[in-house]
């Protein structure tokens, strides 16, 4: 048990770090080539804060555990919303006022309810993993045109995913730094599903609860520190846009990779409980945020219902 815990720990310790060291040569070999800057933070950068979530989905897909890759990513997304935004407004309430977390909110919600439709028959066919990575491709694509297209609008999220680009990297440096991140990537989530999975036989918890627990909030825990790192810098869009735009690719390319690797049926609690769950919560993100007009807070009283509803979900997964 000890073994494991250890194992699990450490997978999900060089599942961060390679993901982090993978997106910084790539967003560097990018900007070498002449690649705006801006382009590459909502892509490459952006993308970054999901690739544990994703090589975790991919993996354990293979491994013919696709309840933990949906676990994962339907776990992931309720992390986010209840315990990492939640936490951090209790830290410090946050001021929403970004332009590009108005267009990205109406897409959380849109592809959550396209997910919800997709999972509702308890199953996940190739065609729909296609439907959803073509949506990530198509979404990524749009933004970046919508982006470039505004701005010139001053948009504090727009200068801060230009600020996250690496300059001044070779190409030689950041070569490396991919090739590294390509290796210890996949080594690292096949540690996580494994000591997960150890865990999971201990306790007599399902494949689909370890998913969305430990995993889930180990694989958020980049977004946690990106958002309580944004709030110490008056960032209030950055710490919000980290998990909006962390969803939107959860729900897109994490619950793809099942469908695409290992298409099957799946617990049917995930189709209930947890698919009931994470519309739910994207649904009080959606109120809590949106303001037709002006500017709208977060406040404390909203981060602790958010991380009372994170406890309450735990003791009912665990209980």
């Not at 040569?25 to 070498?32: E, V």
């Not at 996250?164 to 690292?188: C, F, H, Q, R, Y």
């Not at 999975?197 to 995993?215: K, M």
């Amino acid at each position: 048990m000890i073994l494991s815990i250890a194992i699990l720990l450490a997978g999900l310790v060089g599942l961060i770090w390679s993901a982090d060291k993978f997106v910084y040569g790539a967003a560097a070999i990018a900007r070498n080539f002449g690649l705006p800057p801006l382009i590459i933070g909502l892509t490459i950068v952006a993308m970054g804060s999901s690739a544990p979530e994703i090589m975790v989905a991919f993996t354990s897909a293979l491994d013919g555990n696709s309840n933990t890759a949906i676990g994962n990513a339907l776990g992931s997304n309720i992390t986010n919303i209840a315990l990492v935004l939640g936490v951090t407004v209790l830290l410090q309430p946050l001021l929403v006022h970004s332009q590009l977390l108005k267009r990205e909110l109406p897409i959380l919600l849109s592809v959550t309810l396209i997910a919800a439709y997709m999972l509702w028959d308890q199953k996940l066919t190739f065609t729909e993993g296609l439907i959803l990575i073509s949506l990530f491709f198509i979404t990524i694509g749009g933004l970046c045109w919508l982006t470039l297209r505004d701005k010139k609008k001053n948009d504090p999220l727009l200068t801060q995913a230009q600020d996250d680009v690496p300059e001044g990297v070779s190409n030689k440096m950041a070569t490396i730094w991919v090739v590294v991140g390509m290796i210890v990537l996949p080594l690292a989530s096949y540690f996580v599903v494994e000591g997960a999975s150890d865990i999971a036989r201990f306790f007599g918890w399902s494949e689909l609860v370890i998913g969305l627990t430990i995993i889930a909030i180990g694989t958020s825990l980049p977004e946690l520190a990106a958002s309580i790192a944004s709030i110490k810098n008056n960032d209030h869009d950055m710490a919000l846009g980290n998990i909006v735009g962390s969803n939107i690719f959860n729900i897109l390319a994490v619950l793809a990779m099942p469908a695409l690797v290992n298409p099957s049926v799946f617990d049917e609690a995930a189709a209930g409980r947890d698919l009931y769950t994470v519309v739910g919560l994207t649904f009080l993100l959606f109120l809590m945020c949106w303001h037709m007009f002006g500017k709208r807070t977060i406040t404390r009283i909203e981060g602790g219902v958010l991380v009372a509803i994170f406890v309450g979900y735990q003791f009912i997964l665990l209980g």
